[in-house]
DNA sequence: ATGGGGCTTCCAGTCACTGGAGGGTCAAGG
DNA sequence: CCTTGACCCTCCAGTGACTGGAAGCCCCAT
């Protein structure tokens, strides 16, 4: 299986799976001519990449998880500890994010949004620490 | 006012400071012996450009504020365009992070967590698209 | 043989810093 | 006067996870 067939199957871009195989990912066999033969089990790692990637794990969580997922004798718990780890991650990205939009959407709101230069979005940022506004 | 004062004041790390001379943000004066020399104005603009950065907005974004906020003509409705571009992708973020957050504590969830090796979010990674779990 | 697509490598750029090396400057204490 | 330690300077490299592009093979159909 060439690059681009890979690429299609799994919705990976071939730069992105170079890059993979870049830092070790999966280590794909060469043709006499030089390309890439992928085996079947190649394209399956690849496909787990991409999902796990698209949860936002890490890299390094997917080399871990890749790593598990090859073990057919890890522990169910190593696999949890990760996604936990991540999940705690998430939620915290997500509070972040939420205060963020709780504070901007106060501005976004009191600002008149017309051709007068008074702006209290402006004001705060010049003047107030912003999270404190709301 | 030397960068360390500037750092303390404004709660930016000097090398955060330095970058932003580096890519034009502020112009600090010179002493004689090199040592940049900060000016009020110039510290209230790093001050500035810490709670628009706490906000989430760019630099590109900062560096548009900072333009209007310097432009006391400007109209609110050019700030209030940039804040709310910003709302919106802050909010298409959320939307991401909970749709990873849900479909991950719903493989936390189901799986026990011991030490054999069956694995629900191994098992999900490795064959379903992950986003249709839940 | 020619054209077009697919494949290869390597280099550089993204974003917003951050770390570190190597070295100059300043103020206080001995 | 000298040393010490805290500050400051520049420049280079690295972060994460790709992405874009140049330059150049390879393969197949016409």
Redesign the pocket.
């Known amino acids: 299986m060439?690059?681009?067939?890979?690429?299609e199957r799994t919705g990976?871009?071939?730069?992105?799976?170079?890059?993979?195989?870049?830092i070790g990912l999966v280590k794909?066999l060469?043709?006499?001519?030089?390309?890439?033969?992928f085996r079947e089990s190649e394209m399956h790692k690849l496909a787990f990449?991409g999902r796990a990637?698209t949860l936002g794990?890490?890299?390094?969580?997917?080399r871990n998880l890749l790593a598990l997922w090859e073990d057919s004798n890890r522990a169910s718990a190593d696999v949890r500890a990760i996604a936990k780890d991540h999940l705690a991650q998430i939620e915290a990205k997500i509070r972040d994010l939420q205060e963020m939009r709780d504070t901007l959407s106060t501005l976004v709101r009191d600002c008149a949004g017309d051709d007068r230069p008074d702006c209290p979005i402006l004001k705060t940022l010049g003047t107030e620490t912003a999270a404190e506004q709301r």
Chains 1, 2 share one sequence.
Not at 2 to 7: L, P, R
Not at 12 to 22: G, S
Not at 30 to 37: E, F, Q, S
Not at 57 to 62: A, G, H, K, L, V
């Open positions: 060439n690059i681009g067939e890979v690429a990976l871009p071939p730069k992105t799976i170079r890059y993979y195989e870049d794909p060469r043709d006499t001519n030089g390309y890439r033969a990449l990637r794990f890490s890299i390094e969580d997917c």
